[in-house]
C-alpha cells in the first residue's frame, strides 16, 4: 500500500471513529445532562458555567502548542522531543493551577459568589493533574491512530458521569458538579498510561528543543488565549448580565447549541490537523481537495440539526426538560443558527496551523475577539440580553466570510458550494422565523 493510500485509509478509519467518538460523547453528556437537571436547580448550572470558564480556559492554554508542535514537526516523533514536550506539560500545568488558585478570589468577589472560590480552587487540581498525561498520545494522533483516544476519553467521560450522578443521587450538591472535573481528569492521566504503549516519559529538558517548541506555540499560545476569547467570551459578558438562574438557562441552551460545534472541532483537531500536515508535507496537491470535501461534509452533517432546533428549540426543551427551563427554549433557536459558521471557521483555522502559519492564525482570532465584542456591543446597545443573544450567532457569519477569503491561497477551487449551501439555510430559517414569530421578541 502506498503512502497515499495508507493515508486515505487512516484518515477513512479516523473518520468513522473521531465520529463515533464524538457522537457518543454528545449522547453521554446530554444524557447525563437530563439527569442532573432533575437533581439539582437552574442556578447551579449559572455557577458551573463560571466554573466551566476557568475549567475551559486551563484547557485552553495547558498545551501552549506542545500537541500541535509534536503533531506538525519534523522531529516530533524523537523520543528527546517527546520527553521535553512532556516536561513542558508539567510544568505548565502546574503554573496554571497556582494562577488559577491566585484568581480564584477576585473571581469569586467580581460575580459576588463567594462560594465560587472554594468551588475554583478545588477544580485547579484538574490542570496539575491532565499536565501527567502520557504523552505518547500525541505519537497516535500524530499517526492518526484514534481508537485507543477515543476510547480514553470515553472512559473518562462515562467514569465521571457515574461518578457524579451517584453522588448527587445520594447527596444532591453542586459539590458534585466540582468533583466530576477532577475525577474525569484523573482517570485520563491514569488510564493514559495503560492504553497508549511505547516508552514512558521522563522529565527531560533539551534547550535546543524547547527553544523550538516554544518558538512555535507562543504564537499557538496566544492564539488559544485568544481563541478562549472568541469561543467563551459571549459567556463572560452575558454571566455579567443577567442572574444566576437567568445564567442556568443560557447554560442548557448553548450546550445543546453548540453539539454540533463541538463534532466539528473535535474532527479538526483529533483528525484533520495531522491529516492537514501529513498532507502538506508530502505535497500531494490534495489539501485544497480534502478541505472542500470536510467542509462540505460538515455542512451535511450540521445542517439536519441546526434545523430542527433554530425552528422547534422552544418545543425541544418542553419536551426534555421540566418547566424550570422552558426559558431556554427562544435561545436554543437563536444560537444553534450561529454553530454552522464555528463548525467551517474550526477548519479554516486547522488549515491554517497545518500551514505552520501559527503568528497568521492568531492574527485571525484577535480578529474573531473583535467582530465578537462589536456585536456584542452593538446587539446588547441596541436589544439586551435578547441582542446580545443574537450577537453570539451573528459574529461566526462574519468571521467565516473574512477566513475564506484570506485562506483562498490555500485553494485550487472556489468554495462557493458551502457559501451557497449557508445563504440557502439562513433564507429558509429566516421564513420560518418570519411564519412563527422571530426568537427572543415574538
Not at 274 to 286: A, D, F, H
Not at 336 to 348: R, S
Not at 408 to 417: C, N
Request: hydrophobic letters at 55%; proline letters at 3%; charged letters at 10%.
Amino acid at each position: 500500500m502506498d503512502p497515499g493510500e495508507s493515508l486515505k485509509w487512516r484518515t477513512a478509519q479516523g473518520f468513522i471513529v473521531v465520529l463515533f467518538g464524538a457522537a457518543y460523547q454528545n449522547v453521554t453528556r446530554l444524557i447525563g445532562n437530563l439527569i442532573m437537571t432533575r437533581l439539582l436547580f437552574p442556578e447551579a448550572f449559572g455557577l458551573m458555567l463560571i466554573v466551566n470558564l476557568v475549567i475551559y480556559a486551563i484547557s485552553m492554554l495547558s498545551e501552549a502548542g506542545i500537541r500541535a508542535a509534536v503533531i506538525v514537526h519534523d522531529k516530533g516523533q524523537d523520543r528527546e522531543f517527546i520527553d521535553t514536550a512532556w516536561t513542558l506539560l508539567v510544568i505548565r500545568g502546574a503554573l496554571l493551577c497556582l494562577i488559577t488558585c491566585a484568581l480564584a478570589y477576585p473571581i469569586s468577589e467580581a460575580y459576588d459568589e463567594p462560594i465560587l472560590f472554594p468551588m475554583i480552587l478545588a477544580v485547579s487540581l484538574s490542570a496539575l493533574i491532565r499536565g501527567f498525561s502520557s504523552p505518547n498520545e500525541f505519537l497516535y494522533d500524530r499517526d492518526v491512530k484514534k481508537v485507543r483516544i477515543i476510547i480514553l476519553e470515553a472512559m473518562a467521560q462515562t467514569g465521571s458521569l457515574i461518578f457524579t450522578i451517584t453522588w448527587l443521587w445520594f447527596y444532591p450538591s453542586i459539590w458534585a458538579l466540582v468533583g466530576m472535573g477532577i475525577f474525569a481528569s484523573s482517570v485520563y492521566a491514569v488510564f493514559s498510561y495503560v492504553l497508549f504503549e511505547g516508552q514512558r516519559p521522563s522529565l527531560y529538558f533539551d534547550r535546543k528543543t524547547a527553544f523550538e517548541i516554544i518558538h512555535f506555540g507562543k504564537w499557538i499560545l496566544f492564539s488559544s488565549a485568544l481563541t478562549f476569547l472568541g469561543s467563551q467570551g459571549d459567556k463572560l459578558i452575558v454571566s455579567n448580565w443577567i442572574s444566576t438562574a437567568e445564567l442556568g438557562l443560557f447554560s442548557i441552551a448553548i450546550g445543546l447549541a453548540k453539539i454540533p460545534e463541538a463534532l466539528s472541532g473535535t474532527l479538526c483537531w483529533k483528525l484533520l490537523l495531522p491529516v492537514y500536515s501529513e498532507l502538506r508535507i508530502k505535497n500531494t496537491g490534495q489539501l485544497s481537495k480534502q478541505v472542500m470535501k470536510v467542509e462540505l461534509l460538515l455542512f451535511l452533517v450540521c445542517a439536519p440539526f441546526i434545523f430542527g432546533m433554530t425552528l422547534f428549540g422552544v418545543q425541544l426543551i418542553d419536551f426534555m426538560y421540566d418547566d424550570r427551563y422552558l426559558g431556554a427554549g427562544w435561545m436554543l433557536q437563536i444560537l444553534a443558527l450561529g454553530t454552522i459558521f464555528t463548525a467551517f471557521n474550526e477548519t479554516q483555522i486547522a488549515l491554517m496551523i497545518a500551514h505552520t502559519h501559527s503568528f497568521r492564525s492568531t492574527v485571525f482570532q484577535a480578529s474573531r475577539v473583535a467582530l465578537l465584542l462589536l456585536s456584542l456591543g452593538i446587539g446588547g446597545a441596541l436589544y439586551g440580553f435578547v441582542g446580545l443573544v443574537y450577537a453570539i450567532s451573528i459574529a461566526p457569519a462574519l468571521f467565516y466570510v473574512i477566513l475564506v477569503i484570506f485562506n483562498m491561497p490555500y485553494y485550487k477551487t472556489s468554495p462557493l458550494v458551502q457559501i451557497s449551501g449557508i445563504i440557502l439555510l439562513l433564507l429558509v430559517v429566516g421564513i420560518g422565523w418570519n411564519t412563527i414569530g422571530w426568537p427572543g421578541f415574538s
